[in-house]
């Protein structure tokens, strides 16, 4: 119902507003001429939100704390042969020879972005193309981790190593925090967005050869899962993104929970390990289901999460909205404006650089983070006082000890949904144009003129996705994204208020902070490019 919802919003405005003043689109290689004034789709977008919310309020009235799968994957042959040890094992091995080959080219090959394997393996494949795998089908990564299969083998070779690589030797693996991951992708938004060599492939080799490094060091002294779990940050990035997706695993015995510490395991039954990829792993073929759940129906959480991983939800939508706001012309007047501040001439000269870019730059994606931070927080206090002023007749008694700080950890995964939509929006053109780039390269990684596939004469087809096909597919991202949005937060609301009136009450903050970020993030992408 939400789905045609939003469809017949965004069509009737198509129709009222024929005929009018254009305006420019952004994110798109090409200029598109929007066929009606941009406040129009900002309006609509906002109402299909609006809308959808009192939708949901009179349709869905109650909640279940399990949501039963409805397709068991294994049935099939297919299915089964993704569980199949040795093909498990053929892609595990392909995994490792693919990273090694990528990070090789980045040192010896041409140090040409479009000749060497290794950007366009990072940026297009890795960053942009694992999280969209990650959502739509399940936690790749986790398979493919190729610093976790390097780890396993040498532990394996080495019957010294295993003793480290198994075991927590600074005793933290009762913590649920993951501070680790939130420092390690503080550092990765800057890279992404600030650092002048990114694409530069020596420079990016060397940059993936530290991280492995730290990684390796990270799984030596608290072990290797321990390690994924709390400081590899796009282990946990894109665990966050498969929560949203359809697959949901489950091990038909309790007995891997009694010695498995991963957080995960909090949400199992007696009889079953649900949704804990590390029981799944380490359990017997014959204990293993997969099933099709809803999408969205993982980030369902039962309780709040720690406060650490809160503040790494919001450091991911933040980086992919200063993403898209970094290329617009407000960032553009802010920086000029930053240009005139005596500090930043100082720290420019102080620091021997050609331009202020990087700083003001820096001081951007520190900056967002932190106001992304302020704003849910604000809207969080509002909820935490409507629980306050509630009818204490009417709530659980832990509703009541809830605060600012436990209602934003409460609802934080209802967030997800729309940093994948902006994920999406952002970089779907990116994805389907520069991804094509791995089919010459795979048969050329080095830049040196080989033809080992015989695909090195490929040319990328950049006509493959239009303007008109990138803006529809962003605004119909961004509006669904929010409106999944919406729904988990209303169910989330369900399950911690036993008052289904109060759960409603507490949801008008949070449905005016959907409609704020969806006209923020359509208005973002509607922008013309503008490049410092």
Same mark, same amino acid.
């Given at each position: 119902?939400?789905?045609?919802?939003?469809?017949?919003?965004?069509?009737?405005?198509?129709?009222?507003?024929?005929?009018?003043?254009?305006?420019?689109?952004?994110?798109?290689?090409?200029?598109?001429?929007?066929?009606?004034?941009?406040?129009?789709?900002?309006?609509?977008?906002?109402?299909?939100?609006?809308?959808?919310?009192?939708?949901?309020?009179?349709?869905?009235?109650?909640?279940?704390?399990?949501?039963?799968?409805?397709?068991?994957?294994?049935?099939?042959?297919?299915?089964?042969?993704?569980?199949?040890?040795?093909?498990?094992?053929?892609?595990?091995?392909?995994?490792?020879?693919?990273?090694?080959?990528?990070?090789?080219?980045?040192?010896?090959?041409?140090?040409?972005?479009?000749?060497?394997?290794?950007?366009?393996?990072?940026?297009?494949?890795?960053?942009?193309?694992?999280?969209?795998?990650?959502?739509?089908?399940?936690?790749?990564?986790?398979?493919?981790?190729?610093?976790?299969?390097?780890?396993?083998?040498?532990?394996?070779?080495?019957?010294?190593?295993?003793?480290?690589?198994?075991?927590?030797?600074?005793?933290?693996?009762?913590?649920?925090?993951?501070?680790?991951?939130?420092?390690?992708?503080?550092?990765?938004?800057?890279?992404?967005?600030?650092?002048?060599?990114?694409?530069?492939?020596?420079?990016?080799?060397?940059?993936?050869? !530290?991280?492995?490094?730290?990684?390796?060091?990270?799984?030596?002294?608290?072990?290797?899962?321990?390690?994924?779990?709390?400081?590899?940050?796009?282990?946990?990035?894109?665990?966050?993104?498969?929560?949203?997706? %359809?697959?949901?695993?489950?091990?038909?015995?309790?007995?891997?929970?009694?010695?498995?510490?991963?957080?995960?395991?909090?949400?199992?039954?007696?009889?079953?390990?649900?949704?804990?990829?590390?029981?799944? %792993?380490?359990?017997?073929?014959?204990?293993?289901?997969?099933?099709?759940?809803?999408?969205?129906?993982?980030?369902?959480?039962?309780?709040?999460?720690?406060?650490?991983?809160?503040?790494?939800?919001?450091?991911?939508?933040?980086?992919?909205?200063?993403?898209?706001?970094?290329?617009?012309?407000?960032?553009?007047?802010?920086?000029?404006?930053?240009?005139?501040?005596?500090?930043?001439?100082?720290?420019?000269?102080?620091?021997?650089?050609?331009?202020?870019?990087?700083?003001?730059?820096?001081?951007?994606?520190?900056?967002?983070?932190?106001?992304?931070?302020?704003?849910?927080?604000?809207?969080?206090?509002?909820?935490?006082?409507?629980?306050?002023?509630?009818?204490?007749?009417?709530?659980?008694?832990?509703?009541?000890?809830?605060?600012?700080?436990?209602?934003?950890?409460?609802?934080?995964?209802?967030?997800?949904?729309?940093?994948?939509?902006?994920?999406?929006?952002?970089?779907?053109?990116? !994805?389907?144009?520069?991804?094509?780039?791995?089919?010459?390269?795979?048969?050329?990684?080095?830049?040196?003129?080989?033809?080992?596939?015989?695909?090195?004469?490929?040319?990328?087809?950049?006509?493959?996705?239009?303007?008109?096909?990138?803006?529809?597919?962003?605004?119909?991202?961004?509006?669904?994204?929010?409106?999944?949005?919406?729904?988990?937060?209303?169910?989330?609301?369900? %399950?911690?208020?036993?008052?289904?009136?109060?759960?409603?009450?507490?949801?008008?903050?949070?449905?005016?902070?959907?409609?704020?970020?969806?006209?923020?993030?359509?208005?973002?992408?509607?922008?013309?490019?503008?490049?410092?």
């Amino acid at each position: 119902m939400i789905r045609y919802l939003v469809l017949l919003v965004l069509a009737s405005t198509l129709f009222f507003g024929m005929n009018m003043q254009p305006v420019e689109a952004h994110a798109f290689a090409q200029r598109y001429d929007l066929p009606i004034p941009l406040w129009l789709y900002l309006l609509a977008a906002g109402l299909t939100v609006f809308v959808s919310f009192f939708v949901i309020v009179i349709f869905v009235t109650k909640h279940e704390k399990k949501d039963g799968p409805i397709l068991e994957i294994l049935d099939n042959g297919i299915g089964r042969l993704f569980v199949n040890p040795y093909f498990l094992k053929l892609l595990r091995f392909l995994s490792v020879i693919f990273f090694l080959l990528a990070i090789s080219s980045g040192l010896f090959g041409a140090q040409n972005i479009e000749k060497n394997l290794l950007p366009t393996s990072v940026w297009v494949i890795w960053w942009v193309g694992f999280a969209f795998l990650s959502a739509i089908i399940g936690d790749l990564w986790y398979l493919l981790n190729p610093w976790r299969i390097i780890a396993e083998w040498a532990s394996a070779a080495f019957p010294k190593l295993k003793r480290y690589y198994s075991a927590d030797r600074f005793s933290i693996q009762s913590s649920n925090h993951i501070w680790f991951a939130v420092v390690i992708f503080i550092g990765f938004a800057w890279a992404e967005l600030v650092w002048p060599d990114r694409a530069v492939p020596k420079s990016l080799a060397i940059a993936v050869m !530290l991280y492995s490094f730290v990684t390796w060091i990270g799984m030596y002294f608290i072990g290797i899962d321990n390690w994924l779990r709390r400081g590899e940050a796009f282990t946990i990035l894109y665990g966050l993104f498969a929560r949203f997706s %359809r697959a949901q695993l489950m091990v038909i015995s309790s007995d891997y929970c009694s010695v498995c510490d991963s957080p995960d395991c909090h949400e199992n039954s007696e009889e079953t390990c649900t949704g804990c990829y590390s029981c799944f %792993r380490r359990s017997k073929a014959k204990h293993r289901r997969i099933f099709l759940r809803p999408y969205g129906a993982g980030l369902l959480n039962n309780g709040a999460v720690h406060i650490s991983t809160m503040v790494f939800v919001i450091l991911v939508l933040s980086t992919v909205s200063f993403d898209g706001f970094a290329d617009t012309p407000t960032w553009q007047m802010i920086f000029s404006s930053l240009l005139n501040f005596p500090i930043i001439r100082n720290l420019t000269e102080l620091l021997d650089l050609n331009n202020s870019i990087t700083i003001i730059s820096t001081i951007g994606i520190a900056a967002t983070p932190i106001i992304f931070f302020l704003v849910y927080f604000l809207f969080c206090y509002v909820v935490s006082v409507i629980v306050r002023n509630a009818d204490q007749n009417h709530l659980p008694s832990a509703s009541t000890q809830l605060r600012t700080i436990g209602i934003a950890c409460v609802f934080v995964f209802t967030l997800v949904p729309i940093a994948i939509a902006y994920h999406l929006a952002h970089f779907l053109s990116f !994805l389907l144009i520069y991804g094509q780039q791995i089919i010459p390269l795979i048969s050329d990684p080095f830049g040196y003129g080989w033809n080992l596939l015989g695909t090195a004469t490929y040319e990328v087809d950049i006509a493959i996705v239009g303007a008109e096909f990138a803006w529809y597919t962003a605004v119909l991202a961004i509006v669904v994204g929010h409106v999944v949005a919406v729904y988990l937060s209303h169910i989330m609301a369900l %399950r911690v208020f036993s008052s289904r009136e109060i759960a409603i009450r507490t949801q008008y903050p949070l449905l005016v902070l959907m409609i704020f970020y969806t006209v923020m993030s359509l208005w973002i992408l509607a922008q013309p490019i503008v490049e410092l």
